[in-house]
């Protein structure tokens, strides 16, 4: 019975001491979590602080200004400044239609819309404006230089911090720095205009040794220059490209190049000396058996064949019995010639008479036979249709039209609302009679 009682008490003494020592751990757990709460383990290596995953992001409108295969440059469209950012492989790049392209496809003078992070500046977004756009194959001559200005077939935009750049990236100064003839790729937003491009920049035609100036140079069968009216220095600015060029001068075989290529910068030398002189047949038919001619003192004998280029000459002709004859000539084509010689007549004095009575004969001038006058029918037309058509300052009717013209040069000036007045010449010549015109009238 003892022994029972003092195993109950063992146990019983055992238990409360098991129970007090999970009390004193249970006391320094709670002691443990409640300094935690102030002190934090420290981080390893690889643990990124909550407050450092917030990453801050802006947006701005811009024209693209350079680019490298590292990023872009950019310049604000609110205040002008220039920014430059990185682009990523995870920069997100699409057109203005929302859809992914590369960034090889963005160009300078883009306009575009980039979201980026300023703390890297890197961009995250770039989206081409869906306001934005682009005008491509535009004149220079469209430009106002006055109005800072361009025309675009019928709207008018204006040039706002204008960025240019030429076909080599290279960045011009001012709008002066365009030529008449480059062709341009204009790009904008609403109606500014932030950056234009030359994608074919102007050529020039020089014009050396050319044996005359009577004559005219045509290009691409539309614009006609009469060479009296260039100085010797003067370069013909023409657009970049193909074209066809002749050159026209009076006495002399013609000059055609049905493709001369003209680059961007380039001065073609269109070299006239070696042209060869137009021979032009004359014909003397004389009313004597026997005679001695001579044109500019050279001497021919009758019936020769007489072939001479354009010019004035002067023609000596001397038969027995008859007076010397002498007249000049002009040659402008194939002649024909009948010079009436007149005969020499001996002064007769009848017999028996006091009174002398001299009987003047009158024998008629030299007929000369001039080159035929020629005359042609000319078709004139432009586009837009409609415009009024002058013919050296006398009205003649309304494009399309014809008009009857003889040999010679005429001033055309063709008037439509809302265009420019052009005015050019028409020249009608024996040797190249054209009879078609069309002119491309330019809007104002």
Do not use: C, W
């Not at 002691?31 to 602080?49: A, H």
């Not at 003078?109 to 756009?133: K, R, Y």
């Not at 007149?342 to 004095?349: A, F, N, T």
């Amino acid at each position: 019975m003892k022994n029972n009682k003092r195993m109950v008490g063992g146990i019983i003494i055992s238990s409360v001491t098991i129970l007090i020592v999970l009390m004193g751990f249970m006391f320094v757990g709670i002691g443990y979590f409640v300094d935690d709460k102030s002190t934090p383990p420290p981080m390893s290596d690889n643990q990124i602080p909550i407050q450092e995953l917030i990453v801050f992001e802006a947006n701005i409108s811009g024209v693209v200004i350079n680019k490298t295969n590292l990023g872009i440059r950019v310049k604000n469209l609110l205040n002008n400044e220039e920014i430059e950012l990185l682009v990523t492989d995870g920069t997100v790049i699409t057109d203005k239609y929302e859809k992914i392209i590369p960034y090889s496809s963005l160009s300078l003078g883009h306009i575009v819309n980039l979201t980026f992070e300023p703390a890297n500046q890197t961009a995250t977004a770039i989206t081409i404006d869906d306001n934005s756009f682009e005008k491509t194959q535009v004149s220079a001559a469209n430009i106002n230089r006055n109005a800072n200005s361009i025309t675009i077939g019928t709207s008018t935009y204006t040039l706002n911090n204008l960025h240019i750049i030429n076909h080599n990236g290279i960045i011009l100064q001012d709008i002066y720095e365009l030529q008449e003839y480059d062709t341009l790729t204009v790009r904008g937003k609403d109606l500014n205009v932030y950056s234009i491009e030359i994608t074919n920049g102007a050529g020039f035609i020089e014009l050396v040794g050319f044996p005359s100036t009577s004559g005219r140079i045509e290009i691409d069968r539309q614009r006609q220059l009469l060479i009296e009216n260039l100085s010797i220095a003067d370069s013909i600015p023409v657009s970049a490209g193909s074209h066809h060029i002749a050159l026209y001068i009076d006495g002399y075989e013609p000059l055609v190049l049905d493709n001369a290529q003209i680059n961007d910068g380039q001065v073609y030398i269109l070299n006239s000396s070696g042209l060869q002189q137009i021979h032009y047949t004359v014909t003397v038919r004389v009313n004597s058996l026997s005679y001695m001619m001579t044109i500019n003192n050279r001497e021919y004998k009758s019936g020769e064949a007489i072939s001479l280029p354009l010019g004035d000459y002067i023609l000596k002709i001397v038969a027995d019995g008859y007076e010397e004859h002498e007249q000049t000539i002009r040659v402008r084509g194939n002649m024909n010639l009948q010079p009436t010689l007149i005969p020499i007549l001996e002064e007769v004095v009848p017999q028996n008479t006091t009174t002398n009575n001299t009987q003047t004969t009158i024998e008629p001038e030299p007929v000369v036979e001039e080159p035929t006058v020629v005359n042609a029918t000319i078709k004139l037309d432009t586009y837009p249709e409609g415009a009024k058509v002058f013919i050296d300052g006398t009205y003649a009717g309304v494009t399309p039209m014809s008009k009857d013209l003889a040999q010679g040069i005429y001033k055309a000036e063709f008037e439509l609302e809302g265009y420019e007045r052009y005015t050019t010449s028409i020249i009608i010549e024996k040797e190249d009679i054209r009879n078609d015109y069309l002119y491309m009238l330019t809007p104002q």
